[in-house]
């Protein structure tokens, strides 16, 4: 495998697109649909291969330990999102390769040492997305209680995490929720001072933990005025915080010939064919435990929940979906991470049709 120069996400396009959610049963769509994604290993790897070739800056996975009930039980079925990031360092070239972790979940000093560890494996292509978390029932699994301030928390837990990441001499530390001695990580990462960060949030403060600690906020929108509003409130975080962070969102795509094509597919899969006692519980969990939507999202677009666990739609020919990409960047999106239904049969079209297009406006190379 050739040596990465520069890391995707450092850089390179203006505006970085990538896979969302293939390592877990629906991506994040809910459906009994017969495309429906099994996240099988080889399909996982072909999906990771097309997005490699073709450029794509990321591949993201979700973290998630339990399904959502229903006929599907949907993302009952996941995988482990640093061991899939490792093994897919070796079957990948350029890619970004992204693992999504649980800090109540995950204690730092091992986070550090797998992301290392992924970070060697793919020659300092690794990044970390970190979410704080919100399904009491998942935390259950590990005997854990979400704690009020889980943002104090997380702050401790990237302290500890980029500290370690240093892989310099020991050090112990002690904070108000952790209480370390002798913290080791050699060899440390290959990304100086350490792997690109993600930080998945919406509320006040995780857009203050994102804009102070990451190199993103990855967040959700209902409308481009919405959007406008977020980017406008995390722009102020971030100059308050003295940093540089960009923000990016998660959308779902169906990409067709003829827009009333990619209509009917968006409504067999998330309307006719959904599974709705999977939906509903998915909305309730989420209404009652994260703050990952603005709450009038679970009132006015239940569709978006069973196409894309309430992410932005992007349903239309390939025109139309890159029109809606250069004005979602023009309203200050760093990039987007796209879920397809299936993105082994999704991506071939998307990659053929609507990259060209954005390579054509200036936002892409
Ligand atoms: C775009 C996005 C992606 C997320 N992905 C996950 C995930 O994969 N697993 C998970 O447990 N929570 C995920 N979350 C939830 C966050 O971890 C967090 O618990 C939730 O957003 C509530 O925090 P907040 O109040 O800062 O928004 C995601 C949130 C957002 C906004």
Not at 72 to 98: K, P
Request: hydrophobic share 40%; with cysteine.
């Amino acid at each position: 495998m050739s040596r990465v120069k520069s890391h995707p996400m450092r850089g390179g396009n203006a505006f970085k697109l990538g896979v969302f959610g293939a390592n877990a049963d629906g991506c994040l769509s809910i459906t009994n649909h017969a495309d429906r994604w099994m996240a099988d290993w080889d399909d996982v790897v072909a999906a990771a291969q097309m997005a490699d070739r073709a450029g794509l800056d990321f591949f993201l996975p979700l973290a998630r330990w339990k399904g959502f009930g229903g006929d599907t039980n949907a993302r009952h079925i996941s995988y482990e999102t640093f061991t899939f990031a490792a093994a897919l360092a070796g079957l990948t070239e350029q890619i970004a390769l992204f693992s999504t972790v649980h800090t109540l979940i995950v204690p730092p000093v091992y986070a550090a040492k797998a992301l290392a560890t992924v970070d060697h494996a793919s020659h300092g292509r690794a990044g970390l997305n970190i979410v704080c978390g919100w399904n009491q029932p998942e935390f259950d699994m590990f005997g854990l209680t979400k704690p009020d301030q889980v943002y104090d928390q997380g702050k401790e837990w990237f302290e500890i995490l980029t500290r370690t990441l240093e892989g310099g001499a020991p050090f112990d530390y002690k904070g108000d929720y952790f209480d370390l001695k002798g913290v080791s990580g050699a060899p440390g990462s290959v990304q100086d001072p350490h792997p690109v960060t993600l930080s998945a949030a919406f509320s006040p403060p995780g857009r203050d933990f994102a804009a102070s600690a990451c190199d993103c906020i990855f967040t959700t929108f209902n409308t481009h005025e919405d959007a406008r509003e977020t980017i406008a409130d995390f722009r102020a975080r971030v100059e308050k915080a003295d940093s540089n962070a960009g923000v990016f969102a998660p959308v779902h795509v169906v990409c067709r010939p003829t827009t009333q094509e990619a209509e009917d597919y968006y409504t067999a899969y998330a309307v006719t064919e959904t599974d709705n006692a999977a939906v509903d519980q998915h909305m309730a969990m989420k209404k009652s435990m994260s703050g990952s939507h603005d709450p009038k999202a679970y009132d006015l677009y239940r569709k978006r929940f069973a196409g894309g666990a309430g992410t932005y739609p992007l349903i239309g020919t390939p025109e139309q979906i890159a029109d809606e990409m250069i004005a979602l960047h023009d309203l200050g999106f760093g990039g987007l991470a796209l879920s397809f239904v299936n993105p082994k049969y999704e991506l071939p079209y998307f990659l053929d049709r609507v990259l060209p297009l954005l390579k054509k406006a200036g936002i892409r190379t």
